[in-house]
């Protein structure tokens, strides 16, 4: 039995801030990590992955990037920023930890980790919004005669050479996942969209956009929601006639009531508008070679790309404990917590308008507080 007054699950950004906040008020804590080395879900993703954004904004307490590294740092540079902030601070890891379950154990919270098992006072879960890779279950999918890959697995653009590519979202992952096909000679492109596009271009002027972010997540929504649907309007003019949902909710809404975060073009947007990413409508379904929509059209892509989202993967772990909303989301965040289950946090739950990485950093901190509070 592994006795820490705080125990962190998940060495992400979210975790990773938390530790080192607790740490640094005097709180014996201790960060559970499912992965042998910290950046495991960065490793995995396609090697062209970038930061949207902005690097003085992707940055953790005393660490920053190397001089010379691009506005939107690449995958390798935020693993390395995870590795120099744990090795800074000197953080506290007990990696291939995976946490399987938690439970109220008299006035501790008992965790079972494999082999190991923890008893703790609090316990933050920091697993992160994104873990695990989301395909619908679409009907007529399993006897489809060609390739269905999550946007996580997109891998090398130069694999989609001369292929025909249906890409299913039209989110954040989708338009990077767009982003860079473009750059190649493919087949035809599609764009299944269930929602209205809410996208901006990563510059305007050689200014890059994220800049204005936490100007912008300290207006009311109404007010940011006019902001960026007006520079998306600027940037790339009407976009009515492409074909595309019309919408349903302002941008900075969604983003912070339902987590879909505004995408960011390097390239998509202008394919869309020269014609060769043709937008349609939702799938309903597959049948052998053909990819049926909702309006009864049907293509036939050699690659159906499903940029449909992530799920938290918290069932097994909290979903006992009643803290889970209907997509398995929690339902406090921060700094909140529920009185009937004192000592649970969560954090990195919820998208921000500033990225996760200033959104770490004020939940850690709020975090913080509160446990100080509270001995």
């Known amino acids: 039995m592994i006795e820490t007054e705080v125990l962190v699950i998940g060495g992400g950004a ?15 804590v201790r960060l559970a990590e499912s992965e042998a080395q910290l950046g495991g879900p960065w490793r995995r993703r396609h090697k062209h992955l970038t930061l949207n954004s902005h690097r003085d904004l992707s940055v953790l307490p005393g660490v920053g990037y190397p001089a010379g590294t691009p506005a939107f740092p690449a995958r390798a540079k935020v693993i390395s920023l995870f590795e120099d902030f744990a090795r800074l601070h000197k953080l506290p890891i007990d990696y291939s930890a995976t946490v399987e379950r938690i439970d109220r154990a ?7 980790a494999g082999e190991r098992t923890y008893r703790a006072r ?43 590519v249906l890409v299913a979202g ?8 767009l982003n860079h096909l473009v750059r190649v000679e493919t087949g035809p492109i599609w764009l299944s969209a269930r929602h209205a596009l809410a996208v901006l271009p990563k510059r305007v002027f050689n200014i890059a956009v994220h800049k204005i972010s936490p100007m912008l997540a300290r207006l009311p929504l109404a007010l940011a929601d006019l902001i960026v649907s007006t520079v998306q309007r600027l940037t790339f003019g009407d976009l009515s006639g492409l074909g595309l ?10 983003l912070t009531v339902d987590s879909v975060a505004i995408a960011s073009d390097d390239g998509a947007m202008a394919a869309m508008k020269a014609g060769r990413v043709k937008a349609v409508p939702e799938i ?18 050699d690659v159906v790309i499903a940029a449909t989202g992530y799920r938290t993967g918290l069932e ?29 946090w969560f954090t990195g739950m ?6 996760c990485f200033m959104n770490a950093i004020d939940k850690a901190e709020a975090i913080t507080k509160r446990i100080v509070k509270e001995r």
Not at 131 to 137: G, N, R, T, V
Not at 316 to 340: C, W, Y
């Open 284 to 301: 309903k379904g597959f049948d052998c070679t053909k990819v049926v929509l909702e309006d009864g059209r049907s293509v036939e892509p």
């Open 170 to 177: 039209a989110g954040n992952s989708g338009i990077d996942v």
């Open 106 to 112: 008299g006035d501790r919270w008992q965790i079972k």
């Open 122 to 164: 609090h316990v933050i879960v920091a697993t992160g919004r994104d873990k695990l890779p989301f395909i619908p279950d679409w009907p007529g999918s399993d006897g489809f005669t060609g390739r269905i890959v999550h946007s996580a697995d997109f891998g090398e653009a130069a694999f989609y050479r001369g292929q025909s």
């Open 316 to 344: 097994a772990m909290v979903g006992h404990l009643g803290v889970l909303d209907g997509r398995g989301r929690p339902r406090f965040n921060g700094g909140q917590n529920d009185p009937n289950l004192p000592g649970l």
């Open 350 to 355: 919820r998208a921000d308008l500033r990225g």
């Open 245 to 254: 949902p019309k919408s349903a909710g302002g941008p900075a809404t969604r």
């Open 14 to 28: 979210a975790g990773l801030a938390v530790t080192q906040a607790l740490a640094r008020a005097g709180i014996g």
